[in-house]
């Protein structure tokens, strides 16, 4: 099994930035395949945020680009999101996700709240 800690959340002032952080780990795994980042927000669907492969290539829906940043320590099994200049509308419970044998597995879900 696989196991995702994701930490980072909480609210901030439009403008503002946050730095979300997952953790995967799972017994005798020492590495995953891509990892990523959703967000759903209320009474929306959920969406991808951005994903990053083994290789490093990553990907961002339109509405974060040039805003938010995705990287990962494959040290540590860790992947990052960089959040600047947030908005009200990047308010949502954000997801982590990794790949692994064929499967995605979730995280838990951080709350993201952007308001005044």
């Known amino acids: 099994q696989v196991q995702l800690v994701e930490s980072g959340g909480g609210t901030v002032q439009p403008g503002g930035s946050l730095r979300l952080s997952c953790a995967a780990s799972?017994?005798?795994?020492?590495?995953?395949?891509?990892m990523g980042w959703y967000r759903q927000a209320r009474g929306k669907e959920r969406e991808l945020v951005a994903g990053?492969?083994?290789?490093?290539?990553?990907n961002y829906a339109d509405s974060v680009k040039g805003r938010f940043t995705i990287s990962r320590d494959n040290t540590k099994n860790t992947v990052l999101l960089q959040m600047n200049s947030l908005k009200s509308e990047d308010t949502a419970v954000y997801y982590c996700?990794?790949?692994?044998?064929?499967?995605?597995?979730w995280g838990q879900g951080t709350q993201v709240t952007v308001s005044s």
């Open positions: 990053i492969t083994s290789g490093g290539s990553t």
């Open positions: 799972g017994r005798n795994i020492f590495s995953f395949d891509a």
């Open positions: 996700n990794v790949d692994k044998w064929g499967r995605r597995y």
